[in-house]
């Protein structure tokens, strides 16, 4: 894994960046990679899927009720804990107002601390 991108995204964390995309298919790497950069600055890593809502990566379970993009964006707005957040589904839904705007909020909650949503996929793009 390329010290540089660990470097990069160490940055942008302690920036206060509350939001990167990253345009990638491959999960596992860009999961690795969010693996190395969590356990350097000491963040808990969370991923989220359609299917499974957003879970802890260490195993401590799904959040319930968090399958629902919506409802996922919603929560993550009102977290307190601060964390790496990669979402891997989200951006098919990102053509929703109430989607876009439930983003939006969550993006400016974690711009007050090291929060850091990660979306990827192939051709992502962050909503006007």
């Known amino acids: 894994m390329p010290a540089s991108l660990l470097h990069e995204l160490k940055t942008l964390i302690s920036s206060l960046h509350p939001v990167v995309a990253v345009d990638s298919s491959e999960e596992e790497r860009i999961e690795g990679l969010l693996r190395a950069v969590a356990a350097e600055l000491r963040l808990p890593l969370f991923t989220w899927t359609v299917t499974r809502g957003l879970q802890r990566i260490d195993g401590q379970g799904m959040i319930h009720g968090t399958a629902n993009p919506l409802i996922l964006l919603r929560h993550l707005a009102t977290l307190t804990v601060e964390g790496i957040f990669h979402l891997k589904d989200l951006q098919g839904h990102l053509n929703d107002p109430a989607t876009i705007r439930a983003f939006k909020e969550a993006a400016q ?13 192939d051709a992502v793009a962050l909503p006007p």
């Open 109 to 121: 909650a974690f711009s007050r601390n090291r929060s850091m949503i990660v979306l990827s996929g």
